[in-house]
């Protein structure tokens, strides 16, 4: 039953892909940035409870999620729904998590409030740099009323984004990535939601024995401050948001990993010794591509849910200095 609602929700999905993609209207910048500012603020300001469905490729996860404001603090509990358990707590700027263990080191602030359905940066300004804003259409989501607009990329460098705003609250209810034919690559979507009223503070309560986690301010960083390359990317956009040496799956090396984003997604570069087992050139999975090539003795690899000649770009950016 759970497989064939999925695919119904999909097929519903798709159909609106269709149906509006011929009556888009493109907003003046200053209308698309009051859209986006009221959807940004309403996420952290609004509060609300219900569950949420993340889908990308062939993986689905459901997610129950409730956000409050007490006393002028946000207070935001999610709890993964499918598998093993995972359960994430914010109270202001306190993080707690369940298994921590991943995160033990450091979680950048970044992460901790651009959750669904926080996608939106702080400053939107910088979003319409790289992307225009359509008003597409109007629908339906879980019996509330919403507006949907879309990200339209002015370059080739990124896809497009389409999300479904709340009338009443300005929340933003669902989100898709599309790829370059239309085709939803990622989607963000509640199955139900109360908006608005006083939030029960049971579901605010923890479920299993969270650990705090230790939250970096997540400055941009300054390409040229980077000792041992030279950084410079000719994606116009992206910003350098985070360096780390990390250990990743099945590596049994550290990299050192740089984050980079332009508001609405990221892509990541890793630098490692040189592993001639791994192949070198462009690879792709769905809408996530994959650069990787070697500079002297180093892997130099891309990736990211962007175009092939965006990770292509950002991998041919790095040179020893």
Same mark, same amino acid.
């Given at each position: 039953?759970?497989?064939? $609602?999925?695919?119904?929700?999909?097929?519903?999905?798709?159909?609106?892909?269709?149906?509006?993609?011929? !009556?888009?209207?493109?907003?003046?910048?200053?209308?698309?940035?009051?859209?986006?500012?009221?959807?940004?603020?309403?996420?952290?300001?609004?509060?609300?409870?219900?569950?949420?469905?993340y889908?990308?490729?062939?993986?689905?996860?459901?997610?129950?999620?409730?956000?409050?404001?007490?006393?002028g603090?946000?207070?935001?509990?999610r709890?993964?729904?499918?598998?093993?358990?995972?359960?994430?707590?914010?109270?202001?700027?306190?993080?707690?998590?369940?298994?921590?263990?991943?995160?033990?080191?450091?979680?950048? #602030?970044r992460?901790?409030?651009?959750?669904?359905?926080?996608?939106?940066?702080?400053?939107?300004?910088e979003?319409?740099?790289?992307?225009?804003?359509?008003? +597409?259409?109007?629908?339906?989501?879980?019996? #509330?009323?919403?507006?949907?607009?879309?990200?339209?990329?002015?370059?080739?460098? #990124?896809?497009?984004?389409?999300?479904?705003?709340?009338?009443?609250?300005?929340?933003?209810?669902?989100?898709?990535?599309?790829?370059?034919?239309?085709?939803?690559?990622?989607?963000?979507?509640?199955? !139900?939601?109360?908006?608005?009223?006083?939030?029960?503070?049971?579901?605010?309560?923890?479920?299993?024995?969270?650990?705090s986690?230790? +939250?970096?301010?997540?400055?941009?960083?300054?390409?040229?401050?980077d000792?041992?390359?030279?950084?410079?990317?000719?994606?116009?956009?992206?910003?350098?948001?985070?360096?780390?040496?990390?250990?990743?799956?099945?590596?049994?090396?550290?990299?050192v990993?740089?984050?980079?984003?332009?508001?609405?997604?990221?892509?990541?570069?890793?630098?490692?010794?040189?592993?001639?087992?791994?192949?070198?050139?462009?690879?792709?999975?769905?809408?996530?591509?994959?650069?990787? #090539?070697?500079?002297?003795?180093?892997?130099?690899?891309?990736?990211?849910?962007?175009?092939?000649?965006?990770?292509?770009?950002?991998? $041919?950016?790095?040179?020893?200095?």
């Amino acid at each position: 039953m759970m497989v064939v $609602k999925v695919y119904c929700q999909i097929v519903v999905i798709l159909g609106c892909l269709c149906a509006f993609s011929a !009556q888009a209207t493109p907003l003046d910048k200053a209308e698309a940035q009051r859209v986006l500012a009221r959807s940004a603020s309403a996420a952290e300001a609004v509060s609300y409870t219900g569950n949420y469905i993340y889908q990308s490729g062939e993986n689905i996860a459901n997610y129950k999620i409730s956000h409050a404001i007490e006393n002028g603090v946000a207070a935001e509990h999610r709890e993964l729904l499918d598998g093993e358990p995972r359960e994430y707590l914010r109270v202001g700027d306190k993080v707690s998590m369940y298994p921590a263990q991943g995160y033990a080191v450091q979680l950048d #602030r970044r992460y901790t409030s651009k959750l669904f359905p926080n996608h939106l940066p702080d400053d939107v300004s910088e979003l319409l740099h790289s992307y225009g804003v359509s008003k +597409v259409g109007r629908e339906r989501v879980v019996g #509330r009323e919403t507006t949907i607009y879309q990200l339209d990329p002015l370059d080739a460098y #990124r896809y497009p984004q389409r999300f479904w705003v709340d009338d009443e609250s300005g929340l933003i209810l669902k989100w898709l990535m599309m790829g370059m034919r239309q085709e939803m690559v990622q989607s963000f979507s509640f199955t !139900q939601i109360q908006v608005g009223g006083k939030i029960n503070q049971k579901l605010l309560k923890p479920i299993y024995p969270l650990r705090s986690v230790k +939250v970096n301010d997540g400055a941009v960083l300054d390409l040229a401050e980077d000792k041992k390359w030279r950084i410079k990317p000719t994606v116009p956009g992206f910003k350098l948001i985070k360096k780390s040496t990390r250990s990743l799956p099945h590596k049994s090396r550290e990299v050192v990993h740089y984050l980079f984003s332009d508001g609405a997604v990221t892509l990541s570069v890793f630098v490692e010794p040189m592993n001639a087992n791994i192949p070198l050139g462009l690879a792709h999975q769905g809408a996530i591509h994959l650069y990787a #090539r070697q500079v002297d003795q180093y892997l130099l690899s891309c990736l990211g849910e962007v175009p092939a000649v965006t990770v292509e770009r950002f991998a $041919k950016a790095y040179t020893l200095r």
